[in-house]
């Protein structure tokens, strides 16, 4: 099994920045791609970014491109979330995900494993 664990979450400002990290555990030889989702109260969760732990391919909603940077250090094996200029949208919890995928990165529905949570808010 694969085990994640998300940090970094608080309180911040509109505009600030907050860097969020997943620390993974487990078989994680097993998958091939880390994502990022947020979900906000009453909402769907959504899709923030992605990254291949090979490779190190890149993908990003397009609310966060040129905002947000997602990488990776397969030999401590976490992912990072660097996220600047956030805005009180931004406010969700955000969770880690991995899981084996091709062509399709964005659906939640795609990754086996997910980590707790990490609240982020973006005051105004």
């Known amino acids: 099994q694969v085990q ?3 940090s970094g979450g608080g309180l911040v400002q509109a505009g600030g920045s907050l860097r969020l990290s997943c620390a993974t555990s487990g078989r994680t ?3 091939n791609t880390m994502g990022w989702f947020r979900q906000a109260p ?3 969760r959504t899709f923030v970014a992605s990254i291949k732990r090979f490779g190190g391919n890149t993908y990003y909603a ?4 040129g905002r947000f940077t997602i990488s990776r250090d397969n030999a401590k094996n976490t992912v990072d979330l660097q996220m600047n200029s956030l805005k009180p949208e ?4 955000y969770y880690c995900a991995a899981g084996i995928l091709t062509m399709v990165v964005t659906d939640p529905s795609q990754y086996k494993y997910w980590g707790q949570g ?6 105004s």
């Open 42 to 44: 009453g909402k769907d």
């Open 90 to 93: 931004g406010t969700a919890v």
């Open 4 to 6: 994640l664990v998300e």
């Open 29 to 31: 030889f097993s998958t």
């Open 118 to 123: 990490t609240q982020v808010t973006v005051s």
């Open 62 to 65: 397009d609310s966060v491109k």
